[in-house]
Nanobody, 124 residues
Framework: QVQLVESGGGLVQAGGSLRLSCAAS????????MGWFRQAPGKEREFVAA????????YYADSVKGRFTISRDNAKNTVYLQMNSLKPEDTAVYYC?????????????????WGQGTQVTVSS
């Protein structure tokens, strides 16, 4: 069992930056692949980024590539999402998720555990 708690969301102006954190409970955090997803009002939840258990492989949605960076610290049971050059269209609730494999990093169905989400609002 893994419990995930996101933090770091907030209100920021376009062009600004935020760093989201996702703290995981459990001793097996380092064996899980981790992902970030987001959901805007009236839209489906969409893939943002994913990282392998070791941190050696990362994946990004085209919409955030070059602006967002996913990383993890297994000693701290935490995964991060550094978001730079934020745009109003990045406004959404951001969720972290944990999965035992990473064969399809962009697929919601691969992930077994989800956090409650943190709101990110980017003003124009």
């Amino acid at each position: 069992q893994v419990q995930l708690v996101e933090s770091g969301g907030g209100l920021v102006q376009a062009g600004g930056s935020l760093r989201l954190s996702c703290a995981a409970s459990g001793r097996t955090f380092s064996s899980y692949a981790m992902g970030w997803f987001r959901q805007a009002p009236g839209k489906e939840r969409e893939f943002v980024a994913a990282i392998s258990w070791s941190g050696g492989s990362t994946y990004y949605a085209d919409s955030v590539k070059g602006r967002f960076t996913i990383s993890r610290d297994n000693a701290k049971n935490t995964v991060y999402l550094q978001m730079n050059s934020l745009k109003p269209e990045d406004t959404a609730v951001y969720y972290c998720a944990a999965g035992s494999t990473l064969r399809l990093p962009a697929s919601l169905y691969q992930y077994d555990y989800w956090g409650q989400g943190t709101q990110v609002t980017v003003s124009s």
